[in-house]
């Protein structure tokens, strides 16, 4: 059963783009009789680096789920839905280990990695996750995952939406 200490927040450190980077995780609870496979959400907020009132804040919310290992890709393999883009219909699918990669827009585009960042915040998120043990265990995809990539079918998310 998940309790309110399992709920982490950390800083991410700052980049050129962001003075301010945080991340909120809250890992799902596998005994709840709702549970649809994903490991936890992922809140990621962050503030523009420009000084003064103001400034931006980006936050968005993700549906994390770990994919089973493909074979020829060095690193564990996730899946990141935006829950708070409408227009976001396809998960990022974020590999993190020695060929570090994402399908977001940042990591597509190259963006330069610095002392606090790989160049994308869902690879920088998911690294400090399981470098501090908040995403150590294997996902149990063989029962099924909340994501349905076959085209016409409807989703859980979609489901509920409904």
């Known amino acids: 059963m ?3 200490n399992d709920y982490r927040t950390a800083d991410l ?3 050129a783009t962001y003075g301010r980077r945080r991340l909120c995780w809250i890992p799902a609870s ?3 009789p709702e549970w649809d496979r994903r490991d936890g959400n992922l809140t990621l907020v962050m503030q523009h680096a420009r000084t003064g009132w103001g400034r931006k804040i980006e936050t968005d919310t993700y549906a994390v789920e770990e994919q089973p290992p493909i074979i020829g890709v060095m690193g564990r393999v996730f899946l990141l839905l ?3 883009d ?3 219909d396809q998960p990022y699918q974020c590999v993190i280990g020695p060929n570090e990669q994402c399908t ?3 990591a597509k585009c190259k963006v330069p990695a610095s002392e606090n960042s790989h160049g994308c915040k869902h690879i920088d998120a998911l690294n400090y996750l399981v470098e501090n043990g908040h995403l150590g265990g294997e996902s149990e995809t063989e029962s099924g995952s909340w994501y349905d990539p076959d085209y016409g079918e409807m989703t859980q998310r979609e489901m509920a939406m409904l």
């Open 2 to 4: 998940l309790s309110v």
């Open 13 to 15: 450190g700052p980049t």
């Open 30 to 32: 596998r005994e709840h």
């Open 82 to 84: 935006n829950l708070s």
């Open 86 to 88: 409408d227009e976001q």
């Open 104 to 106: 977001c827009t940042a």
